[in-house]
């Protein structure tokens, strides 16, 4: 009950849109374990993180559509992943095939102000180290995955960490058809720097939960979430919320905070007035 007169209060206060959807992170169930904490991060650490996720997998979506329309489903069957780095003003999105033992250079394109150039075959023979780590990353981190489990898919993003030399590579519930906000069943994985070991696995949350889409007819609107594992919000916050155009509001550690795309903001003194 507090919290539903926290948001009225966080809506009146910082005139925030008045449609609102609320969830527990406990899924309501009485046999969800008991909460795991993460591993916490700053504030500014989250923003600029999940930020560059969502950069990430726009370009591979993008990318993605391309490779589409540009090879065949002959082909297309080939591909095990992507990887993403950046070039000059873009990013380069290289689709990687299967090989015999490693994986190969299949296909790239370079996304710039969001839209994909053209899909052309790798110029390189083989992948470099960095990039087969990278592979081994992601299939450690698949290979890994925990009990909670709130799509038969996962999408996946990867980047360095800026704070070690390991890798940091998310297994993200995706969005279903109905356009629903996936905001449970995302994983955290550090990986080593070969790619071959996990350092750490966090689940990001302790249950499954799909906000619904906002009505049609209502322009503004916003999602309130109960945060059980972390003190504050995480990086997919601040990824769905910049993905769904979706102000988010965060119950964590008897504190109150906004995300608002990129910007999060400790928002319980203005609630409580």
Same mark, same amino acid.
């Given at each position: 009950?507090?919290?539903?007169?926290?948001?009225?209060?966080? /809506?009146?206060?910082?005139?925030?849109?008045?449609?609102?959807?609320?969830?527990?992170?406990?899924?309501?169930?009485? %046999?969800?374990?008991?909460?795991?904490?993460?591993?916490?991060?700053?504030?500014?650490?989250?923003?600029?993180?999940?930020?560059?996720?969502?950069?990430?997998?726009?370009?591979?979506?993008?990318?993605?559509?391309?490779?589409?329309?540009?090879?065949?489903?002959?082909?297309?069957?080939?591909?095990?992943?992507?990887?993403?780095?950046?070039?000059?003003?873009?990013?380069?999105?290289?689709?990687?095939?299967?090989? #015999?033992? %490693?994986? /190969?250079?299949?296909?790239?394109?370079?996304?710039?102000?969001?839209?994909?150039?053209?899909?052309?075959?790798?110029?390189?023979?083989?992948?470099?180290?960095?990039?087969?780590?990278?592979?081994?990353?992601?299939?450690?981190?698949?290979?890994?995955?925990?009990?909670?489990?709130?799509?038969?898919?996962?999408?996946?993003?990867?980047? #360095?960490?800026?704070?070690?030399?390991?890798?940091?590579?998310?297994?993200?519930?995706?969005?279903? #058809?109905?356009?629903?906000?996936?905001?449970?069943?995302?994983?955290?994985?550090?990986?080593?720097?070969?790619?071959?070991?996990?350092?750490?696995?966090?689940?990001?949350?302790?249950?499954?939960?799909?906000?619904?889409?906002?009505?049609?007819?209502?322009?503004?609107?916003?999602?309130?979430?109960?945060?059980?594992?972390?003190?504050?919000?995480?990086?997919?916050?601040?990824?769905?919320?910049?993905?769904?155009?979706?102000?988010?509001?965060?119950?964590?550690? %008897?504190?109150?905070?906004?995300?608002?795309?990129?910007?999060?903001?400790?928002?319980?003194?203005? /609630?409580?007035?």
């Amino acid at each position: 009950m507090r919290f539903t007169v926290a948001l009225a209060a966080v /809506a009146a206060t910082l005139a925030l849109p008045a449609f609102a959807q609320t969830a527990d992170a406990t899924g309501g169930g009485e %046999d969800r374990p008991a909460p795991v904490p993460i591993e916490e991060w700053s504030l500014e650490k989250v923003s600029r993180i999940g930020a560059e996720m969502f950069r990430l997998d726009s370009a591979a979506w993008l990318a993605t559509d391309a490779l589409l329309e540009a090879v065949s489903q002959e082909e297309l069957r080939s591909v095990r992943g992507w990887l993403i780095e950046p070039v000059d003003d873009g990013l380069r999105v290289h689709f990687y095939r299967q090989g #015999d033992p %490693d994986p /190969a250079p299949g296909w790239e394109s370079v996304v710039k102000a969001d839209r994909a150039g053209p899909v052309t075959l790798a110029a390189q023979s083989a992948l470099t180290t960095e990039e087969l780590a990278q592979t081994r990353a992601l299939a450690t981190a698949r290979a890994n995955i925990g009990d909670l489990r709130c799509s038969p898919n996962v999408n996946t993003v990867i980047m #360095d960490d800026p704070d070690s030399d390991d890798w940091l590579v998310w297994l993200l519930t995706p969005m279903p #058809d109905n356009g629903a906000v996936p905001i449970g069943g995302h994983y955290r994985f550090r990986i080593s720097s070969d790619g071959r070991t996990v350092l750490r696995r966090d689940q990001l949350s302790n249950a499954c939960f799909f906000a619904d889409a906002p009505p049609a007819d209502v322009q503004d609107s916003m999602l309130f979430y109960t945060q059980i594992v972390s003190k504050g919000p995480v990086e997919t916050h601040v990824f769905l919320s910049i993905q769904n155009q979706l102000p988010i509001i965060i119950a964590a550690n %008897d504190r109150l905070f906004g995300v608002a795309g990129a910007e999060i903001a400790d928002i319980t003194e203005a /609630a409580e007035k």
